[in-house]
C-alpha cells in the first residue's frame, strides 16, 4: 500500500519537509480555502500540486470533495451543484489526481463528544459518550423526538447529568459536536461563527421528511451524475462511511453496514463507484465485522483509513491503539496487501501526545500520535509483505 498523511495545506503546522522524514510517500489533501459546492479550478488545483512536487511528495488523494447539502436532501440548487460538482471532478483527473473521497453524512459528519479524553499514561484519545450526545440532542438542540431516541436508562442519566452539568461544560460540548470537529474539515459550521446551535437547528430542518429511502435515492441520483465523468477521467470516487456508523439526531445515515455497502456500489455498479474503507468508523459499530467486510469490498476500496476502536457496553466509543481494539488492522493488512496492493492507506487519527497539545493541531490530527501509528503499521507493512514474498502461511 502507499503511505499517505492528512495534511491541511500551508496552514498545516506539520510541514511536507517533516512529512517526508517519516517515510510519508503520498499526500491527502483539499482545497479548504474553496466554499463547499464552488469549482475547483484548474489554477487552483495545479498550485497545490505543484507545492506538494515541490517536497517531493505527490497529491495522491483528495479528502474531500465535499457534496453540498442541497445535493444530499435534494434542494432546488441540486442541478447547479452538481454541474459544478463535475467540472470540479474533470479537473482533478486532468491534474492527474484520481482518487476523490467524499461522504453522503447529512448535516454532520463524524461526531466526537470529547476531544481530550485521558488514556492513563499522559495521552488522550477521542472519545463519544452516548450520553453527552443524548444531552446534546435532548437538552442543547431540544429536538422534539429526542426522547424517545434513546433507552430510558440513557435518559435516565441525561436527567442526572442535568443537575450537574455547567455552563462551560456545556459550551465544550457544544464546541466538540459541532464546531471543533466538523468545520476544518469543509463541514457547515466552522469556528468563530456566531451561534452555530441555532445554524445547526437550520440545517437539521432542511431534512425534515428526508428518510433513508430518500436518502438512499438521492445518493444514486448523485453516483449517477458523477460516475460517469470520473469513468471518462480515470478518477475513483470513494465514499468515507458514516462515522459513528448508525442513524443520529434523527437523520438517515446510509453507508453504516455491510448491506449498505452493498447497497450503494450495486447501485451505481462501476469499479470507479467505491470505498473509502474506514476501519475506526466501521468497527464503532457492533453490527460490523472489519474483518469479514474487507474481504467483501477488498476490491472496490480506493483508499484505506487505518485506526482502531474500543466499543463499551454502555455504548461509548474510544479511539484505541493501532494495533487492539475493533479494527483488527493487522488482518486488514493482510487482505488489502494481497487483494489490493497499490491502495492508498493513511493513519487516521492518533493519540494527542509528547507536547502536541498546545500546538492547536485539528482534533484527531496532531503530529507525534499520528507518527507513532504510522510507525507501528509500517512494521505490520513490512511483516506481511514478508510473509507474502515467501508464500507462508499463516
Ligand atoms: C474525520 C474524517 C472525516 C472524513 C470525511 C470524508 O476525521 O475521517 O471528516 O474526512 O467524512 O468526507
Not at 99 to 109: A, E, R
Not at 281 to 300: E, Q, T, Y
Not at 346 to 351: S, T
Amino acid at each position: 500500500m502507499e503511505k499517505t498523511w492528512r495534511w491541511f495545506g500551508k496552514k498545516d503546522g506539520i510541514t511536507l519537509d517533516m512529512l517526508r522524514q517519516i517515510g510519508v510517500e503520498g499526500i491527502v489533501t483539499a482545497l479548504h480555502d474553496v466554499p463547499n459546492g464552488e469549482i475547483w479550478t484548474p489554477e487552483a488545483i495545479n498550485d497545490l500540486k505543484s507545492d506538494i512536487e515541490k517536497s517531493g511528495l505527490r497529491w495522491s488523494v483528495v479528502e474531500s470533495l465535499p457534496v453540498s447539502e442541497a445535493i444530499k436532501y435534494g434542494g432546488k440548487e441540486r442541478e447547479k451543484l452538481l454541474e459544478n460538482y463535475k467540472i470540479s471532478l474533470a479537473n482533478l483527473g486532468r491534474a492527474g489526481i484520481k482518487t476523490i473521497c467524499y461522504n453522503f453524512m447529512p448535516v454532520i459528519d463524524w461526531i466526537r463528544t470529547d476531544l481530550r479524553k485521558p488514556n492513563g499514561d499522559g495521552t488522550y484519545a477521542l472519545f463519544f459518550d452516548p450520553v453527552r450526545f443524548a444531552y446534546f440532542d435532548s437538552r442543547i438542540l431540544q429536538r422534539k423526538e429526542a426522547e424517545n431516541d434513546y433507552p430510558v436508562h440513557v435518559m435516565q442519566k441525561v436527567y442526572d447529568l442535568d443537575k450537574t452539568i455547567t455552563e462551560a461544560e456545556k459550551e465544550e460540548l457544544i464546541d466538540a459536536i459541532i464546531v471543533k470537529t466538523q468545520g476544518f474539515v469543509n463541514g457547515n459550521i466552522r469556528e468563530g461563527d456566531k451561534h452555530p446551535v441555532n445554524l445547526f437547528k437550520q440545517l437539521l430542518a432542511l431534512y425534515d421528511g428526508i428518510d433513508r429511502a430518500q436518502l438512499r435515492a438521492n445518493m444514486k441520483y448523485f453516483l449517477e451524475q458523477v460516475t460517469p465523468i470520473a469513468e471518462a477521467y480515470g478518477v475513483n470516487l470513494c465514499v468515507h462511511p458514516d462515522d459513528p456508523p448508525f442513524a443520529v439526531l434523527g437523520l438517515p445515515r446510509i453507508v453504516s453496514t455491510a448491506e449498505d455497502i452493498e447497497w450503494f456500489l450495486n447501485a451505481v455498479d462501476n469499479p470507479h463507484n467505491g470505498l473509502t474503507f474506514c476501519a475506526g468508523s466501521l468497527s464503532a459499530g457492533l453490527h460490523n465485522d472489519v474483518v469479514d467486510l474487507a474481504r467483501k469490498f477488498a476490491k472496490r476500496t480506493h483508499f484505506l483509513h487505518l485506526r482502531s476502536t474500543e466499543v463499551g457496553q454502555d455504548g461509548h466509543i474510544l479511539e484505541a491503539s493501532h494495533l487492539g481494539g475493533r479494527g483488527h488492522l493487522i488482518e486488514l493488512i493482510r487482505i488489502f496487501e494481497r487483494e489490493n496492493p497499490g491502495l492508498p492507506m493513511r493513519i487516521d487519527h492518533g493519540r494527542l501526545m509528547l507536547g502536541d497539545e498546545d500546538k492547536g493541531y485539528n482534533p484527531g490530527y496532531s503530529f507525534h500520535g499520528r507518527m507513532f501509528a504510522l510507525a507501528q503499521i509500517d512494521g505490520v507493512i513490512a511483516t506481511v509483505k514478508d510473509e507474502i514474498n515467501k508464500n507462508r502461511k499463516y
